[in-house]
């Protein structure tokens, strides 16, 4: 008996051992703590899943000859393994060595909104040499967004000169109104789920429209210092094509190679 009590003293010393010294690497550990996406997917779809250069895992999405990202990018480092500069509370761009940079919305920390929304990303991040996206995967082409866009829209609807269509949101954007905030008409019948993580604007830090649109990033430039990104908000069902300046703030999807 007195040695079973022993064994089991010796035990609970090594379990607490154990336990104090993770909660100490917890405190330390600089990788982005693991929460709870609240994205309303498509029940009807099947998805995989990818992992970013940090470790985290993302649903993802097969539509037409295409794999996207079916959840917004929330990596704090390039592909190589460098950190993203965290630019929260500095102007964008940061310098003109380092003029890439991430930040949440509102520059919040909490694990479970970051998870849902991702992150936000200037476009000198984008385009970064050391690639936002983990290996296998890329940042979208103008083209590729096009792309999608028609599938999706499957000839229905209307298509500017520009690739926008007047549909596509509404098939790409997560249904219901537990994000968008408002009578959101959107179906998600491609599985996409596009979440309304809202912008950052250039310069400092300024936080716009989370709850009312998705912005994403393309990787085309429409002249030295505008990249072209994707929009769309509830109070319409297209999906459309604009451009903005690099220092702004938007969300990534990354496409697979």
């Not at 694990?111 to 890329?138: F, K, M, Q, S």
């Not at 950052?200 to 830090?205: T, V």
């Given at each position: 008996?007195?040695?079973?009590?022993?064994?089991?003293?010796?035990?609970?010393?090594?379990?607490?051992?154990?336990?104090?010294?993770?909660?100490?690497?917890d405190k330390d550990d600089d990788t982005p703590r693991v929460g709870q996406s609240t994205a309303v997917f498509n029940p009807d779809k099947t998805y995989g899943t990818m992992t970013d250069t940090e470790g985290n895992v993302y649903r993802t999405i097969t539509i037409g000859t295409q794999t996207w990202m079916a959840e917004n990018l929330r990596t704090t480092r390039y592909r190589n393994g460098d950190p993203i500069p965290n630019g929260a509370t500095t102007d964008w761009p940061l310098s003109d060595n380092t003029p890439g940079g991430y930040c949440s919305y509102n520059n919040t920390s909490d694990p479970d909104t970051i998870v849902t929304y991702g992150l936000l990303y200037n476009g000198y991040a984008v385009l970064d040499g050391r690639n936002l996206a983990p290996e296998g995967w890329h940042i979208p082409t103008a083209a590729e967004w096009d792309t999608l866009i028609a599938f999706v829209a499957a000839g229905e609807g209307t298509t500017d000169m520009y690739g926008s269509n007047s549909i596509a949101g509404g098939r790409l954007r997560e249904a219901g109104t537990l994000h968008w905030g408002r009578a959101n008409r959107a179906t998600n019948s491609s599985g996409f789920t596009a979440l309304p993580g809202g912008h950052r604007g250039p310069g400092k830090p300024s936080f716009n429209q989370v709850g009312y649109t998705c912005n994403f990033w393309s990787a085309t430039l429409y002249d030295s210092f505008i990249l072209y990104y994707y929009n769309s908000c509830p109070d319409f069902l297209s999906f459309g094509k604009m451009a903005f300046t690099m220092p702004a703030g938007f969300s990534v999807r990354c496409v697979k190679n």
């Amino acid at each position: 008996m007195k040695k079973q009590l022993i064994n089991l003293l010796c035990a609970a010393m090594v379990l607490y051992s154990v336990g104090l010294a993770s909660c100490c690497k917890d405190k330390d550990d600089d990788t982005p703590r693991v929460g709870q996406s609240t994205a309303v997917f498509n029940p009807d779809k099947t998805y995989g899943t990818m992992t970013d250069t940090e470790g985290n895992v993302y649903r993802t999405i097969t539509i037409g000859t295409q794999t996207w990202m079916a959840e917004n990018l929330r990596t704090t480092r390039y592909r190589n393994g460098d950190p993203i500069p965290n630019g929260a509370t500095t102007d964008w761009p940061l310098s003109d060595n380092t003029p890439g940079g991430y930040c949440s919305y509102n520059n919040t920390s909490d694990p479970d909104t970051i998870v849902t929304y991702g992150l936000l990303y200037n476009g000198y991040a984008v385009l970064d040499g050391r690639n936002l996206a983990p290996e296998g995967w890329h940042i979208p082409t103008a083209a590729e967004w096009d792309t999608l866009i028609a599938f999706v829209a499957a000839g229905e609807g209307t298509t500017d000169m520009y690739g926008s269509n007047s549909i596509a949101g509404g098939r790409l954007r997560e249904a219901g109104t537990l994000h968008w905030g408002r009578a959101n008409r959107a179906t998600n019948s491609s599985g996409f789920t596009a979440l309304p993580g809202g912008h950052r604007g250039p310069g400092k830090p300024s936080f716009n429209q989370v709850g009312y649109t998705c912005n994403f990033w393309s990787a085309t430039l429409y002249d030295s210092f505008i990249l072209y990104y994707y929009n769309s908000c509830p109070d319409f069902l297209s999906f459309g094509k604009m451009a903005f300046t690099m220092p702004a703030g938007f969300s990534v999807r990354c496409v697979k190679n």
